[in-house]
């Protein structure tokens, strides 16, 4: 199968596309290196991957390469942690617009005219911010408050634009929400603003590589923002990057929404005192409590039944082989100053 994936030089796709290319599949992906400038990737010379230099924003450009292939998946997006929803709050509304409104422009064209079969929509976790249903399953976005933040927000209207290709235009599409993704990979992005937590900036502003990096600077007693109570299901990026595969491949996705996450659920806390004992053998773990960002969801619980049931899909890797694998990484990044 050929596809196509937008915004390819990103985290998640730094996995899918390897997944993608070791499963026999043909890639283009599109990525103007806005978030991060130029990267490289271990895939970047291989056969049967292209990499196209151009912002999704360019109609014309989605409608050249949409029209080559049977799938695409719309990844690309403004994306960050937590302090990025309040430094970016409009950016993160207007431009993911422009990049989701272009790609399905392309993709509409595409599947009346050319071969195009499916679009693959990747949303997020935070569809479901307002929710109060734990475990929250495949629907209680519709039936929940809609998020307050402007990316989470943003996020729904892009399940929104595969309602509506869908009902105008017969565009089968597959909605694809990760939850927590951790990996290797990430990098601190050109446009992330200073934010202190103590006397560390924070590095994205995602848990994992915020408490590494803390520590691994010497941070004692190690800043927390709120109470560590917050509840997360971190799911390691090879295992999101074969669920997506999953949802690519499989006939019984199509039209359908999947939670993509390991069912184990941690606190930060959780996270944060085995991170310490491996990076402090011996040192007593000590935390501080700031004060929380406004958009930081104190609980975030997916069922994930539904892609378990008709894809046959699990998230096995453990967080201990998750910490094992990204806290070196981590360490030895921010000693190259790139976190």
């Known amino acids: 199968m050929k596809i196509l994936v937008t915004g390819s030089a990103?985290?998640?796709?730094?996995?899918?596309?390897?997944?993608?290319?070791?499963?026999?599949?043909?890639?283009?992906?599109?990525?103007?290196?806005?978030?991060?400038?130029?990267?490289?990737?271990?895939?970047?010379?291989?056969?049967?991957?292209?990499?196209?230099?151009?912002?999704?924003?360019?109609?014309a450009v989605m409608r050249e390469l949409a029209g080559e292939v049977d799938q695409i998946v719309a990844a690309a997006a403004m994306i960050g942690g937590i302090s990025y929803f309040h430094t970016h709050a409009y950016d993160l509304?207007?431009?993911?617009?422009?990049?989701?409104?272009?790609?399905?422009?392309?993709?509409?064209?595409?599947?009346?005219?050319?071969?195009?079969?499916k679009i693959n929509v990747l949303s997020s976790s935070m569809v479901f911010e307002g929710t109060t249903e734990f475990p929250s399953p495949e629907g209680a976005e519709r039936r929940s408050p809609p998020p307050l933040s402007t990316y989470g927000f943003q996020k729904l209207a892009c399940e929104y634009f595969a309602q509506g290709a869908k009902e105008q235009y017969g565009l089968p599409y597959t909605i694809i929400r990760p939850f927590n993704c951790v990996g290797v990979g990430e990098r601190r992005a050109l446009s992330d603003k200073t934010i202190m937590s103590g006397n560390v900036s924070l590095a994205m502003s995602h848990v994992v590589p915020d408490l590494v990096q803390k520590i691994a600077k010497g941070q004692d007693p190690l800043r927390i923002l709120g109470k560590g109570n917050q509840v997360r299901h971190y799911t390691y990026g090879g295992d999101l990057a074969k669920g997506i595969r999953a949802c690519i491949e499989h006939p019984a996705a199509i039209n359908e929404d999947f939670n993509l996450s390991t069912p184990h659920a941690h606190t930060v806390l959780e996270v944060a005192e085995p991170i310490w004992r491996r990076l402090n053998p011996g040192k007593p773990f000590r935390y501080v409590s700031d004060d929380p960002f406004k958009y930081d969801v104190q609980l975030r619980v997916p069922s994930v039944e539904k892609a378990k049931r008709l894809l046959g899909y699990e998230a096995t890797t453990s967080l201990d082989a998750i910490l094992d694998e990204v806290v070196p990484w981590v360490v030895e990044q921010t000693r190259l100053g790139n976190i």
Do not use: M
């Not at 599109?30 to 999704?56: A, F, L, Q, T």
């Open 10 to 59: 990103g985290f998640i796709n730094g996995y899918v596309v390897a997944e993608l290319l070791e499963a026999g599949h043909e890639i283009i992906g599109i990525d103007n290196y806005s978030k991060y400038g130029p990267v490289e990737k271990s895939y970047d010379s291989h056969p049967r991957y292209r990499i196209v230099k151009e912002d999704c924003k360019n109609v």
């Open 93 to 117: 509304l207007a431009e993911n617009e422009r990049i989701i409104a272009a790609t399905f422009d392309a993709a509409i064209w595409a599947f009346q005219n050319r071969k195009l079969k």
